[in-house]
């Protein structure tokens, strides 16, 4: 894994998870509904931050996601709102955000299906 | 770890709060949670609960880590409460002021479970140490507030130098008992027991009142040892338990101030139909001094033949008359001008006692 391109959904850490909750399950499953719900609405704000070149704006979405994307592994997007949070905090937003919002929907869509996958993995065993 | 403590979660993100506060439940400890700065600090002001530790995120819309933490140290009522910032690798920085600022620890992102309970418990453990030394202190306070009441209440009961000499770290061994060369001073008032059958209630503390203020301004002046007030009788030792070089001098001195502030008093008296005169007898000896008394009611006293002839003395003056014992005489005569009355009888004493009168200081 390397800072460029981290692995989509790092499932080591739900497993730890897991088993520091010791090993609640339902818990896990609830906490990922919650991430799924709230990484949805944080999605949008970042993006209309972007869009509307607005850098304050965009820093504290572009954290809540970074930060809560790393707690339930989803490494990829954690890394792209990490660089999105220092952009809005520099005050620079560059001409090619077009294309890194775009980007961003792609990565929170593989995001949200590596996690349904997940969930739906546990249900199946 | 103890149970009944309270931690206070403070993060913008829902998803980290969930997980640290099912981790820590599961650690046993009772968990609030608030979304940012603000709501932390109404959580943390809140008289109705009381928080052992907070976990403070550093990034968080409102109010956010660092302003936080500034707050709270701004604030005298919850400035002891600690905190453990938990923050991303990249917030380093910030990570640091707060420590500055008096934040105790941080945790790094993504939380490690066994790292967390390791640095709670270290935060709940110095959290209850800082609760128990409050407590102490406050008890602490309260007992010395009651000593210093007790004291002053004792310095009114009691003379100002048996009231320190009960606080004193040696008191105990002065109380004890000793054996001290004083010079005592008896004082009464000729007359009194007619005046006391004659006259009404009111009137007997009224003279009585203004004779004891009298008395009382003189005795402090001159740095006396009150013993006791007995009706018009009233007893001052010098050289103890405050030792006194001069005591004699003292004595006299205070017993020549006594009788010219009677003289105006006791005009007053005549104008209203008393007739009352001002005696006093002075003797020097050794005695032995101490508690005397009984469990529920002590006295600091003196006891040895010099109580016994100044009191004697003090009975055989006349009105107006300071008389002094021989050995008393023998040192002040350079400070005062006497004239001896001759020898007297004492009761009680085989020999008869050569006495003489104060006339006034001596000039130098």
Request: hydrophobic share 45%; charged share 25%; with cysteine.
């Amino acid at each position: 894994m390397t800072e460029s391109n981290p692995q989509v959904l790092n499932e080591a850490v739900l497993e730890e998870l897991e088993a520091s909750v010791q090993g609640d399950r339902a818990f896990i499953v609830d906490l990922v509904e919650t991430y799924l719900a709230d990484g949805a609405s944080h999605v949008v704000d970042v993006v209309a931050a972007m869009t509307a070149a607005d850098a304050s704006a965009l820093v504290r979405p572009a954290h809540t996601l970074k930060s809560s994307s790393a707690t339930v592994g989803a490494e990829r997007l954690a890394a792209m709102a990490r660089r999105l949070e220092a952009a809005g905090r520099s005050g620079i937003i560059e001409a090619d955000l077009g294309d890194e919002a775009a980007r961003l929907d792609v990565a929170w869509d593989e995001a949200v299906d590596a996690l349904r996958a997940w969930i739906r993995r546990g249900e199946d065993t | 770890m103890k149970g009944g403590r309270i931690v206070l979660v403070v993060d913008d993100s829902r998803v980290n709060r969930l997980v640290l506060a099912r981790q820590l439940s599961g650690m046993g400890v009772e968990v609030m949670e608030a979304e940012n700065g603000r709501e932390a600090l109404d959580v943390l002001r809140d008289h109705t609960v009381a928080i052992d530790t907070v976990l403070l995120d550093v990034v968080m819309p409102e109010l956010d880590g660092y302003e936080t933490l500034a707050a709270m140290k701004a604030d005298d009522a919850i400035r002891h409460i600690p905190v453990i910032m938990v923050s991303g690798v990249e917030e380093l920085e910030s990570v640091i002021r707060c420590i500055e600022l008096g934040a105790i620890d941080y945790l790094p992102k993504p939380i490690n479970p066994r790292i967390l309970a390791a640095r709670l418990n270290a935060s709940l453990i110095a959290k209850q140490l800082r609760d128990l030394e409050l407590e102490h202190i406050e008890q602490q306070r309260l007992l010395t507030t009651t000593i210093e009441r007790q004291r002053l209440e004792l310095s009114r009961f009691l003379s100002p130098q048996i009231a320190s000499l009960i606080s004193s770290p040696d008191g105990e061994l002065m109380l004890a008992g000793h054996r001290r060369l004083i010079t005592v001073a008896f004082c009464d008032l000729r007359g009194f027991t007619t005046f006391a059958e004659q006259a009404d209630p009111e009137e007997l503390f009224g003279v009585l009142g203004e004779y004891h203020r009298m008395m009382g301004d003189a005795i402090v002046e001159h740095g006396g040892t009150l013993e006791h007030f007995a009706g018009d009788g009233v007893m001052i030792f010098f050289n103890d338990p405050v030792t006194q070089d001069d005591h004699v001098e003292r004595a006299v001195r205070m017993a020549v101030a006594m009788r010219e502030r009677f003289a105006p008093i006791a005009a007053g008296w005549r104008k209203r139909g008393y007739e009352l005169g001002f005696g006093v007898g002075i003797a020097v000896g050794y005695a032995t001094l101490g508690r005397i008394g009984f469990e529920g009611r002590y006295d600091y006293g003196a006891i040895g033949n010099v109580v016994i002839l100044a009191s004697r003395l003090s009975s055989q003056a006349g009105a107006n008359q300071i008389l002094l014992s021989q050995r008393a005489v023998s040192m002040v005569e350079d400070l005062v001008e006497v004239e001896s009355i001759g020898d007297l009888e004492i009761k009680g004493l085989s020999r008869p006692v050569s006495a003489s009168n104060v006339v006034g200081a001596a000039t130098r």
